[in-house]
Antibody, heavy 120, light 109 residues
Framework: QVQLVQSGAEVKKPGASVKVSCKAS????????MHWVRQAPGQGLEWMGR????????NYAQKFQGRVTMTRDTSISTAYMELSRLRSDDTAVYYC?????????????WGQGTLVTVSS | DIQLTQSPSFLSASVGDRVTITCRAS??????LAWYQQKPGKAPKLLIY???TLQSGVPSRFSGSGSGTEFTLTISSLQPEDFATYYC???????????FGPGTKVDIK
């Protein structure tokens, strides 16, 4: 079955960077776009961007342009999301989510979430 | 940018009730809309995509309708496991991306 397993919780200081991983299994990793979505405590869902695991091409939400980098390592079926210049309002659960079809942007499979806490 | 609004923000209902949640887009988005269910501490779950297509494995009491700027998610007979927060989501064609609505929390009356 399809599984997305994310890396563990992180605590970072303001100004630092965080890199979250998402290891995929149960399907052809290069066959579906991977998205990153975050959710601040008690808040709604916020799309950050997506990566084409086949080509490495990315699309980022304007809000995160210049601060987020999405990459992948096809040899180990893993996607990464790195967020730099962290602020306290970046404290959130970060999810990876796989496309229903190649690039439909319907998000059918989700990781378990990674809590990133930004605190001095 | 296209904005999504949901109404109501909060809904109190009883088991067996018919529940309808509305999502409105600031511009026409054809049928490029999905609905997700999220329970506390869990990842969202895709219920409906392309406005009205039921995702595999989702109970038939969930249905979606609408096109253009107004969409609805209907739960025909609310079950105990349906108490959750529901989000709509639309696709941006250019630049490519995704926008979520603010959510509707369905609570037990």
């Amino acid at each position: 079955q399809v599984q997305l397993v994310q890396s563990g919780a992180e605590v970072k200081k303001p100004g630092a960077s965080v890199k979250v991983s998402c290891k995929a299994s149960g399907y052809t990793f290069t066959g579906y776009y991977m998205h990153w979505v975050r959710q601040a405590p008690g808040q709604g869902l916020e799309w950050m961007g997506r990566i084409n695991p086949n080509s490495g091409g990315t699309n980022y939400a304007q809000k995160f342009q210049g601060r987020v980098t999405m990459t992948r390592d096809t040899s180990i079926s893993t996607a990464y999301m790195e967020l730099s210049r962290l602020r306290s309002d970046d404290t959130a659960v970060y999810y990876c989510a796989r496309d229903l079809r190649y690039s439909s942007s319907w998000l059918v499979e989700w990781g378990q979430g990674t809590l990133v806490t930004v605190s001095s | 940018d296209i904005q999504l609004t949901q109404s109501p923000s909060f809904l109190s209902a009883s088991v067996g009730d018919r529940v309808t949640i509305t999502c409105r887009a600031s511009q026409g988005i054809s049928s490029y809309l999905a609905w997700y269910q999220q329970k506390p501490g869990k990842a969202p779950k895709l219920l409906i995509y392309a406005a009205s297509t039921l995702q595999s494995g989702v109970p038939s009491r969930f249905s979606g309708s609408g096109s253009g700027t107004e969409f609805t998610l209907t739960i025909s007979s609310l079950q105990p496991e349906d108490f959750a927060t529901y989000y709509c989501q639309q696709l941006n064609s250019y630049p490519p991306g995704v926008t979520f609505g603010p959510g509707t929390k369905v609570d037990i009356k």
